[in-house]
C-alpha cells in the first residue's frame, strides 16, 4: 500500500543517537501507511550497520546510501536525494540525532493540514536537550494553533525541523536547487509560496545540542551569518516574501553578523577575509541608526582599553 506520508530522516555519523531516533518512528500511531526514508551522508563510523540492522527488520524502512559526503560538497541531500523519492502526499523530517516523543504527532499533524487545505506546512512545540536536562519552550502563542506566513515566520524561530511535516505537492525543487545558500529556513520560505503553515503548541519532540551536531554548537557568527546569507537569498528570489517582518529578521541577522565581528576584532582574534570584508561593506551600506550604533560601539570599545 502505498504511504500517505513519508518519514525523511537524514544521518551522518550519528552511532550513539541513531536508535532512539529510529524508536521514535516506531511510537508513531497512525490511521494511515508510512514509510520510513532514510539518507546517509556517508558515515565513517557504526551509524550504516545499525541502519542496515533495522532495515533488514523493518519493511517499511528504505535506505539511500552514499559514498561520498554530499553535504561537505553543498549539494543539499533533501532537494537532490530524500523529496524526489519520498512517496508520501506528506513529508516528515527528523535528522538523526533528534527524536519524537509523542506517539500521535504525525496523526495530529496530518489530521489538521486534510481538514484545512490551505494550510502546507505544520509545526509543533518540542523541547531541548543539553546534554543533561530538558528544556521546554514558552512562545507565548495566543492561541492552540497559530498560522504562520510571510508576515510572522521566524518570529519567534519556533519552527524547527524535526517537528516538521509538509505538502510534498507544495514543494519547488529546481528552486530550491538553485540556491547557494540552502538551510531548513529555504524550504519553509519556499513552501509558504502555495500556502500557510500553523504552529501547533504540543510538545513533540527533543532538539538534541552536542559537541557532534552540525549546527547547535556552531559559532554565533556562522550562526548569524549563515542565517543572513540564506535568509537574504530565498527572499531575493521570492518578492512576495520581502514583508515588513522578514526585512526585519533579514536586518537583525545582518546587524547580529557585524556587530559579532567588530566584537572579535576588538577581543584580539584573528579575523579571516570574508569576516572583515562583511563587517566593512555592512556597515557602509547600513541606515544612519545602524552607522551610529556602530560608531558608538566601536567608540567603546576604544575607550575600554
Not at 75 to 87: D, L, N, R
Not at 143 to 156: A, G, L, Q
Amino acid at each position: 500500500m502505498k504511504p500517505l506520508l513519508t518519514i525523511c530522516c537524514t544521518t551522518f555519523n550519528q552511532e550513539k543517537y541513531i536508535e532512539q531516533t529510529l524508536e521514535g518512528f516506531y511510537l508513531q500511531k497512525t490511521n494511515f501507511p508510512i514509510d520510513i526514508q532514510i539518507h546517509d551522508d556517508a558515515s565513517t563510523d557504526g551509524t550504516l550497520a545499525i541502519l542496515k540492522k533495522h532495515a533488514e527488520k523493518d519493511p517499511r524502512i528504505k535506505l539511500i546510501l552514499q559514498t561520498e559526503n554530499k553535504y561537505s560538497q553543498h549539494i543539499m541531500p533533501w532537494w537532490h536525494y530524500s523529496f524526489p523519492q519520498a512517496e508520501g502526499k506528506y513529508i516528515a523530517l527528523c535528522e538523526g540525532d533528534d527524536y519524537w516523543t509523542d506517539p500521535l504527532k504525525l496523526q495530529k499533524q496530518v489530521d489538521f493540514l486534510e481538514a484545512n487545505t490551505g494550510y502546507v506546512i505544520s509545526w509543533t512545540n518540542y523541547q531541548i536537550f543539553n546534554g543533561s536536562s530538558l528544556l521546554s519552550n514558552v512562545w507565548n502563542h495566543q492561541t492552540e494553533n497559530t498560522t504562520i506566513d510571510y508576515d510572522n515566520i521566524f518570529s519567534p524561530y519556533c519552527t524547527l525541523t524535526l517537528t516538521a511535516v509538509f505538502k510534498k505537492e507544495a514543494l519547488d525543487l529546481e528552486l530550491l536547487k538553485s540556491f547557494k545558500h540552502s538551510k531548513d529556513n529555504s524550504l519553509y520560505l519556499v513552501l509558504l509560496q502555495k500556502g500557510k503553515g500553523v504552529f501547533m503548541d504540543f510538545e513533540s519532540a527533543v532538539y538534541r545540542v552536542h559537541e557532534g551536531g552540525v549546527y547547535s554548537l556552531q559559532s554565533e557568527f556562522f550562526k548569524n551569518y549563515s542565517s543572513y546569507l540564506n535568509v537574504k537569498e530565498v527572499t531575493d528570489a521570492i518578492p512576495e516574501s520581502k514583508t515588513a517582518n522578514l526585512k526585519k529578521v533579514v536586518k537583525s541577522l545582518g546587524n547580529a553578523t557585524a556587530f559579532e565581528v567588530l566584537k572579535l576584532k576588538n577581543a584580539g582574534q584573528d579575523l579571516s577575509e570574508v569576516q572583515l570584508n562583511f563587517m566593512k561593506s555592512y556597515f557602509q551600506e547600513a541606515d544612519f541608526k545602524t552607522k551610529f550604533k556602530y560608531y558608538k560601539r566601536l567608540l567603546k570599545y576604544l575607550f575600554s582599553k
